[in-house]
Nanobody
Framework: QVQLVESGGGLVQPGGSLRLSCEASGFTFSTYTMRWYRQAPGKEREMVAGITGTGGVTNYADSVTGRFTISRDNNKNTVYLQMNSLKPEDTAVYYC??????????WGQGTQVTVSS
């Protein structure tokens, strides 16, 4: 079955960096667009970044453009989110996700990112 496992979250000071990873299994990873989402306490889940199967096209939420970079390694079935210049408002649980051919959105378990001094 489709499985997504995130890692790399933690506590970081404002201005710091983190790299999140999401390892996928159970599907032909290289043919699927992957996305990172986040959900802060009391807020709706929002899309942060997306990347096509080949990695040729990426897109970002306005709030993270210029600070976050999404990438993927199809040999490792892994998608990454490099987060630089982190701000307190980036604090959230971060999820990776993909949409199956049947139209079901699949989520990982999430990884907590806390930006605080």
């Amino acid at each position: 079955q489709v499985q997504l496992v995130e890692s790399g979250g933690g506590l970081v000071q404002p201005g710091g960096s983190l790299r999140l990873s999401c390892e996928a299994s159970g599907f032909t990873f290289s043919t699927y667009t992957m996305r990172w989402y986040r959900q802060a306490p009391g807020k709706e889940r929002e899309m942060v970044a997306g990347i096509t199967g080949t990695g040729g096209v990426t897109n970002y939420a306005d709030s993270v453009t210029g600070r976050f970079t999404i990438s993927r390694d199809n040999n490792k079935n892994t998608v990454y989110l490099q987060m630089n210049s982190l701000k307190p408002e980036d604090t959230a649980v971060y999820y990776c996700s993909t949409l199956t051919r049947g139209g079901l959105r699949v989520w990982g378990q999430g990884t907590q990112v806390t930006v605080s001094s």
